[in-house]
């Protein structure tokens, strides 16, 4: 792996999970006021993938 990829990695990360914790925020806001539990239902998974992606290790190659 290129070392400019590894330097890339983490901020790449948590730009994604910054993304997904947006779309989770909205859809909570949208379960509250049009669908309560359907929509938080949905929007609980999405915070953790969120968290998921934020706390992700680094790759093997880049670890080194």
């Given at each position: 792996m290129k070392k400019?990829?590894?330097l890339v990695e983490r901020p790449a990360n948590l730009a994604?999970?910054?993304a997904i914790f947006?779309?989770?925020l909205?859809?909570?806001v949208i379960g509250v006021t049009l669908l309560p539990v359907i929509g938080l239902m949905m929007?609980?998974?999405?915070f953790a993938l969120?968290?998921?992606?934020a706390f992700s290790p680094k790759s093997k190659e880049?670890?080194?």
């Open positions: 400019i990829d590894c994604i999970a910054f947006m779309m989770a909205g859809m909570s929007a609980v998974p999405i969120s968290g998921f992606f880049c670890s080194l």
